[in-house]
Each structure stands twice: as C-alpha cells, then as structure tokens.
C-alpha cells in the first residue's frame, strides 16, 4: 500500500492506495502517527478510495488513529469507503463511532 499525505489547514488527509494488510498497515501507522505528533491537525481524513484490500489490520489502522486523534483533540473522518470494505467495518464495529463521511455528510455506517 502506498499512501499520499497533504494538508490543507488544519486538515490533514491521507490517501490510501492499494491493500491494507500486517505489514502495509504498520508503515501507513508510522508515517501518519508521526505527522499528527508533529503537526496536530484538528482533523485528519483518511481516504480509502483507492483501497482494494483490507484484512483485519485496517481496522487496527483505523482504530489507532481514531484514538490519536481524540488524544490530541482532533477528530478522525473515514472518507470514500468502497461499498464492499463498508461491510467489514460495519461488522467490526466502527460504524457507531460516527466516523464516516460520504459527500460531506456524517454518517452511522449500519
């Protein structure tokens, strides 16, 4: 998995592209963890547009940054989640965490 970040404001976004698995997941962790230690956005995005695989370690990406970001006071947006990873992280859990954003709206992935 490869991944772009950018910021615009006090918005950071980080671009997934490719599978989220064990390994791709631990460097996305540590590329993106290090970012919000240095610059602490209000909120960061994470874009799964371009993601065509997730196991179980995208769920652990997401939870981590998810409890990042409330530590340092900022909030977490999962944007353009293809309908089939929708599924998993219906399944996980994630969806009550209101984390979710699809054309600018907030919404309970159920």
Sequence with gaps: MNSKIYFDGS?????????????SAK?????????????????????FSGISFMDSSGI?????????????????????????LERIMILSGLGALDIFERQGEVYECT
């Design 60 to 84: 652990g990406l997401i939870m981590g940054r998810y409890r990042m970001m409330l530590l340092y006071g900022g909030v977490l947006r999962v944007v353009n989640v293809p309908h089939d």
């Design 11 to 23: 918005i950071m976004t980080a671009e997934l592209i490719g599978e989220i698995d064990h390994h």
């Design 27 to 47: 460097n996305a962790r540590m590329e993106i963890d290090a970012l919000i230690q240095q610059k602490k956005p209000a909120e960061l995005r994470l874009d």
